[in-house]
């Protein structure tokens, strides 16, 4: 399951910080103005960030195991008298200027 970034992030800015937060709150509030059901509505929170961490590291394992992580690749062709590299990009050349960093995948032969 490979999520895109955008939904990614989202994600994983509910899980780490978004859900627990609120479960926070409630559970505080709810004990300070007698609200109903604090360890029913904590526990749902709890369990949905749950399965959404599932999600998250699910994609996260695919990813790390496929090749889109890859901005290209490097081609190592090694021959008695040298070595001749070629690059080759999975975008636009363009698009590398816009990146903070790249990461290619080094291919021998």
């Not at 363009?94 to 790249?102: K, R, V, W």
């Amino acid at each position: 399951m490979l999520l895109n970034n955008k939904v990614y992030d989202i994600l994983k800015k509910l899980v780490q910080v978004i859900l627990p937060a609120m479960a926070t709150l409630y559970y505080s509030i709810a004990n300070i103005w007698g609200l109903p059901e604090a360890e029913n509505v904590v526990g749902t929170i709890a369990a949905i960030t749950t399965f959404l961490g599932l999600v998250i590291g699910l994609s996260k394992d695919s990813y790390n195991k496929s090749d889109a992580k890859y901005d290209g690749v490097i081609n190592v062709l090694s021959t008695e008298e040298k070595k001749t590299y070629t690059l080759e990009l999975n975008t636009s050349p363009e698009t590398l200027d816009s990146q903070n960093e790249a990461l290619f995948k080094v291919l021998a032969s």
